[in-house]
Nanobody, 116 residues
Framework: QVQLVESGGGSVQAGGSLRLSCAASRSILVNNGMGWYRQAPGKQREAVARISTGINPLTIYADSAEGRFTISKDMTNNTVYLQMNSLKPEDTAVYYC????????WGQGTQVTVSS
């Protein structure tokens, strides 16, 4: 049973933008911090952005994402977003949505490719 469904990946040129979406059940979003992680070929999976539970959630970004990426949560359609602007070739990776941290739930991943 797939509980986190990512979409929105694709191929863009450097400087472009993409918005990733992670659809989940309301109960998952209410009860878990959510996060976006990525894994590039030959590298370990790393956290990109995380958002806490609550009415005024806290957000945390990797240094590489700070100022370019924005994580948000829309409880009206039970979706977590990752808006990615000013994309760089080094952002190329498979991006994963996670609920409840690394030991929690994971989506299937969506490929993001940024060409120079």
């Amino acid at each position: 049973q797939v509980q986190l469904v990512e979409s929105g990946g694709g191929s863009v040129q450097a400087g472009g933008s993409l918005r990733l979406s992670c659809a989940a059940s309301r109960s998952i979003l209410v009860n878990n911090g959510m996060g976006w992680y990525r894994q590039a070929p030959g590298k370990q999976r790393e956290a990109v952005a995380r958002i806490s539970t609550g009415i005024n959630p806290l957000t945390i970004y990797a240094d590489s994402a700070e100022g370019r990426f924005t994580i948000s949560k829309d409880m009206t359609n039970n979706t977590v977003y990752l808006q990615m602007n000013s994309l760089k070739p080094e952002d190329t990776a498979v991006y994963y949505c996670s609920a409840g941290g690394p030991s929690g739930l994971w989506g299937q991943g969506t490929q993001v490719t940024v060409s120079s």
